[in-house]
């Protein structure tokens, strides 16, 4: 019987081992096993045709931490009538629509509200850039004064943040820098500027994530002659009033937030100097004028009461 227990207590134990060894592999495999991914850059580029249509190409630097085999864009249509010739391509080469899920295809679906498109690869711990494509068609204004481009160029769809985000507007010629106008909206750091009579560029470093990059031009509406959306009246006056609402409220929100990394940094001073002042007030230790070990005789002739009186705090008990 002795050997058979031994048998046993081996298996057990050896059974003890190979569980141990295999949690131990789980665990410190766990993080490698883990996969993510980034946008270290996005970079957008369109052009204003005088139809009124624009052609958008955005360049979206994808940062892979493991493997992955597709990826998605969401894009609402509202501001466009539709949204034509739509396509996603990688090194100029154009991935195939069709629904086999295969890689080098892609799977697009539109409704009157959205397109949704997935293509599909495979990449992993590498860098992938996406090309997206489309013409949205019947998206500038035109109304009597002015043309207006108004479309927002990073939707708050994507989960992720990009690390730089770079947009080029391209405007028919035809007109002088002083008749453009521009604003953005999104985030307090974006920068706009307007480089020439035909060129605006928009900027932002470190887009959150579900954060919205729109961009707003105002032009001359002889730059869009054969435009669809034809409006009676001046459009200027609107949107210089609601710009100055908005750039209002922008401008609360900067000074809310500069208050708030003043206050991150006077407020832990004045901690320190709080603490400072209740320790030398009230915690540091009274200096005596003795400089020996102990005393050697008492310090006066007191009778055994007062001993008492001071070890009880101030009171004095009869037991």
Do not use: C
Request: glycine share 8%; proline share 5%; hydrophobic share 45%.
């Amino acid at each position: 019987m002795i050997p058979v227990a031994g048998h046993l207590e081996v298996s057990v134990l050896r059974k003890i081992a190979i569980l141990t060894i295999a949690l131990t592999w789980l665990f410190m495999a766990s993080p490698a096993m883990a996969k993510d991914y980034s946008f270290p850059l996005v970079d957008i580029d369109v052009t204003v045709n005088q139809d009124g249509s624009f052609d958008f190409t955005e360049k979206r630097v994808f940062d892979f931490d493991g493997d992955f085999t597709f990826a998605y864009f969401d894009l609402p249509i509202a501001g466009a009538t539709d949204i034509e010739r739509f396509s996603v391509l990688e090194n100029g080469q154009a991935y195939t629509p069709n629904d086999s899920g295969g890689a080098g295809t892609v799977q697009i679906s539109k409704s009157t509200s959205r397109l949704k498109a997935k293509w599909f690869f495979r990449a992993s711990n590498e860098q992938r850039t996406f090309t997206i494509k489309y013409r949205a068609r019947d998206a500038i204004k035109a109304f009597s004064d002015i043309g207006e481009f108004y479309w927002k160029i990073i939707g708050p769809e994507w989960e992720k943040g990009a690390g730089l985000v770079r947009a080029t507007i391209h405007l028919p010629a035809g007109a002088e820098k002083p008749d453009i106008r521009a604003w953005g909206h999104g985030p307090l750091q974006g920068m706009v500027d307007i480089v020439d009579e035909r060129t605006v560029q928009f900027e932002v470093e470190k887009l959150p994530a579900f954060s919205y990059l729109e961009a707003r031009i105002a032009f001359p509406t002889e730059l869009v002659p054969n435009a669809e959306s034809k409006y009676e009246g001046d459009g200027l006056p609107n949107i210089l009033a609601e710009e100055e609402e908005w750039a209002a409220k922008a401008n609360r929100r900067r000074l809310l937030a500069r208050a708030g990394n003043i206050l991150g940094i006077v407020l832990p001073l004045l901690a320190v100097v709080a603490s400072l002042l209740i320790w030398r007030r009230f915690g540091k230790e009274y200096s005596v004028g003795f400089d020996g070990r102990y005393y050697r005789e008492l310090p006066a002739e007191y009778p055994p009461a007062i001993a008492g009186f001071l070890w009880g705090f101030g009171s004095v008990s009869m037991e």
